[in-house]
């Protein structure tokens, strides 16, 4: 009898597409419980926190599913999508490294609790409490992404563990094909009679190259199935730009050939090296800065350590300003990758392009929240208020600006 995992691994692989739907329509959950009942923000947290634990071991158990089909049948997996790019690269240190793959997940794991932690903080503990636990919180991070830059010795990517790639509805199939399966045959090319006229021409018999030889027959995977790129054709008239915009990303690139640690090149030089050390501890000096002192406590009975600082005219030495002055540090202090018609420097450009989007979190963040972003928002809710349809969005946002203020995690990459 197969063991309790390998039934649940069975059940995953049959069920993906309903375990898929369920998981998002709890995820939708997640948003409309704040303000629907006691503490129900904790609830909501908790659901989503569990959902992205479960959804990291079900990606866990993809991952060893492909890993079999690809020992067993490797003909069948050539049939899978190529994996991106993050994929191949955060997959190959994972398998190479273990200390890599445990500092990785780890830090995915705090990432996913460090919400509902702080929630149950600010519940049952002190201000001082709740910032010492969201200090060792950011410490802890701090301390994987330095592990994880010391064996990579390259920057470090988020998320650092491989993101599923592969839908699961096609690994059964394949994963039953017997490994021994002999490939199909070569067609036979039908010679083609050309009648030119002459009697020795026409007795003359030409066969179709070999590399047309297959232009014929319906291009479907060993499974019986269409093949994966086929299926998502675009539905739109197939027009010469419409078929070349479908089939560039597909094509044949550097760094499909190159070895997937060689993916991101190493940091070479103290000021790539002082640069993603600065991006990786300026969370950490941004919540030392804000430790809890007689001179800064709120006057609200509020827990929050999110609270304001003072006018944005008061001067640079404002935590929020700090760690913005540490970001713009690191950002000149790091190397700029060419945009390479060949793609080779497409992961580090994607992980920086990936870091100047999450400079917009500080507009949730300290005084430049509380004094700018906070009254827009507010601002546009009690326009939408009392209008049809709208006036729900408006509910929404008015539950939503309250766990901005009090929660640290609410708001931030």
Known sequence: MS??????????????????????????????????F?????VGEALNSTLNLLSLYHDTLLARRLMLVKSSNPKAARELIPPSVHTRYTRAWCEKDGLYKWSARSLEVVRFLQLVVEMLLARFSTRNGRWRGIFLLEFTKAFLQLVLLQR??????????????????????????????????????????????????GSRQTTRPSHLANNHVPFTGSSGKPHPLLLSLPSSPLTRTVIEDYL?????????VKSPTSLLQPLAGLGQWTSEIVYILRPLIYVLLLRPTSKNMPKSKSTSI???????TNGLRTPLAVSLMLSVLSFYLRRSPPASPSSSNLLERQEYARRDRDLLWYAFRGELWTEWTRPKIDGMRQRLEG???????????????PLVDEYWYYMGP
């Open 248 to 256: 560039l990303p597909k094509a044949l690139t550097s760094t499909l």
């Open 3 to 36: 063991s309790l995992p390998a039934r649940y691994e069975s059940f995953l692989i049959s069920n993906s597409s309903t375990i898929a739907t369920i998981e998002s329509s709890l995820r939708s959950l997640t948003w409309l419980l704040p303000g629907r």
């Open 38 to 42: 006691k503490d129900a923000e904790i």
């Open 306 to 312: 999110n609270y304001n600082t003072g006018p944005i």
């Open 387 to 401: 209008k049809p349809l709208l006036g729900l969005l408006s509910g929404l946002i008015q539950d939503w600006l």
């Open 152 to 201: 990579t010795k390259r920057p470090v990517i988020s998320p650092p563990i491989p993101e599923r790639d592969v839908d699961p509805a096609m690994l059964p199939a394949l994963g039953d094909l017997p490994s021994t399966a002999p490939d199909s045959p070569p067609l036979k090319a039908k010679p083609i009679r050309q009648d030119t006229g002459s009697s020795e021409e």
